[in-house]
């Protein structure tokens, strides 16, 4: 799958289901397969959802990238892979389970935020929240993106 593109700003109903934004949906749903898997971030208060086909693919490079008989990379696999699948309903709906709603804080007000090979599922306060840091974006992207080469993919 290529990258998912968009921002997307909504609302969950009293049962904790998201109707997934049209312009979403028909970035990731291409087949009849209409599962997906949620999990928390790593990193912050937020749940990535993938298609079920991203998902085990990811979890096929973790089993390629970590050793099974390292402690630290077993505990790792086990966080990454600590996940719920899901299915789009017939509304185009997603129900999110209560115990991954409470663990980001999710209420009501939510943010769909495409990065990537995911989308990010944050509650809409907590994503707001993020750029009270005075984050300095233009000097990280100098410093983290400056050396890029740019790559021509036209050549042989």
Same mark, same amino acid.
């Given at each position: ?6 921002? /997307?700003?909504?609302?969950?109903? @009293? ?6 934004? +049209? !312009? ?6 291409? &087949? ?15 749940? /990535?959802?993938?298609?079920?086909? *991203?998902?085990?693919?990811? +979890? @096929?490079?973790?089993?390629r990238n970590l050793n099974?008989?390292?402690? =630290? !990379? =077993? ?16 509304? #185009?709906?997603?129900?999110?389970? !209560? ?9 009501? *007000? ?12 944050? #509650? ?6 993020? #750029? ?6 233009? &000097? ?14 036209? =050549?042989?």
């Amino acid at each position: 799958m290529s990258s998912i593109v968009g921002i /997307e700003f909504c609302k969950i109903d @009293s049962n904790g289901r998201l109707k997934l934004p +049209v !312009a979403l949906k028909k970035q990731l749903v291409t &087949s009849d397969d209409t599962r997906f898997v949620l999990r928390k971030s790593i990193y912050n208060s937020y749940l /990535e959802l993938f298609t079920y086909s *991203d998902f085990q693919e990811e +979890v @096929s490079r973790l089993q390629r990238n970590l050793n099974p008989y390292d402690p =630290k !990379a =077993k505990r790792l696999f086990r966080k990454l892979t600590q996940a719920n699948i899901v299915e789009l309903d017939a509304s #185009d709906r997603i129900l999110i389970p !209560a115990e991954q709603r409470s663990m980001v804080n999710i209420d009501k *007000d939510i943010v769909l935020l495409a990065s990537g090979k995911f989308i990010e599922v944050w #509650d809409s306060q907590t994503y707001k929240s993020l #750029d009270e840091d005075e984050f300095d974006y233009i &000097s990280s992207a100098e410093q983290l993106l400056g050396n890029l080469q740019e790559v021509d993919c036209n =050549k042989d």
